[in-house]
């Protein structure tokens, strides 16, 4: 997903770069949280891609380094958990090709993608309750995110190199922007309203 303004010509930085949770030493938190997403094929998103023959024109090795690359679910880290309920959680493990992979447990929503700027990987998951829970992953340098819905600023909880927040009775139509605000003091605002 590129509604970030992302653009190939932007320097790709690798995933252990960009998010120190995954340099740090994996805990007994993780690994359950690992667990539960293995179980679940939470992380599986369109692995299958690699198995595809390449389209027409394009060579194997350009194909195999343009996709996400299998999950290293040995890498897999809890980055926030409590979203609303003990069990709500987000999850994530970087790929062989320098992706991310995350998911919402136990709600689902999730993607896999290249970190776009300030490493931001967005999703957001509409609850059967009608709830709506935004999350998503940043990079180090992001110190807290605002999200603007129907007019109205919240701060999302942080965690390790990820954000969320849960909204009552809020429906993901109402989703404007996300305010990415730096450690040195800059913002950087997602809009995030169809044109």
Not at 78 to 85: T, Y
Request: charged share 25%; net charge negative; with cysteine.
């Amino acid at each position: 997903m590129h509604l970030y303004g992302y653009s190939p010509a932007d320097e790709k930085r690798p995933v252990r770069e960009l998010y120190g949770v995954f340099r740090r030493p994996r805990n007994d938190g993780d690994r359950r949280a690992g667990e539960l997403a293995d179980r679940w094929g939470a992380l599986d998103f369109g692995m299958e891609m690699e198995e595809r023959p390449p389209p027409h024109g394009v060579s194997v090795e350009a194909w195999r380094d343009a996709l996400p690359g299998a999950v290293l679910h040995e890498e897999g880290r809890l980055l926030l958990a409590g979203l609303g309920g003990e069990e709500d959680m987000l999850y994530a493990a970087p790929t062989r090709n320098d992706h991310v992979a995350y998911a919402l447990l136990p709600n689902g929503g999730g993607g896999c993608g290249a970190p776009g700027p300030d490493g931001l990987e967005l999703g957001w998951t509409q609850t059967e309750l009608g709830a709506l829970v935004v999350h998503g992953l940043v990079a180090d340098a992001i110190e807290s995110v605002g999200v603007i819905v129907a007019g109205a600023t919240y701060e999302a909880r942080m965690g390790e190199n990820a954000f969320g927040l849960r909204l009552e009775r809020t429906h993901e139509s109402s989703l404007e922007r996300i305010v990415l605000r730096r450690l040195d003091g800059t913002t950087n605002e997602i809009d995030l309203a169809p044109k």
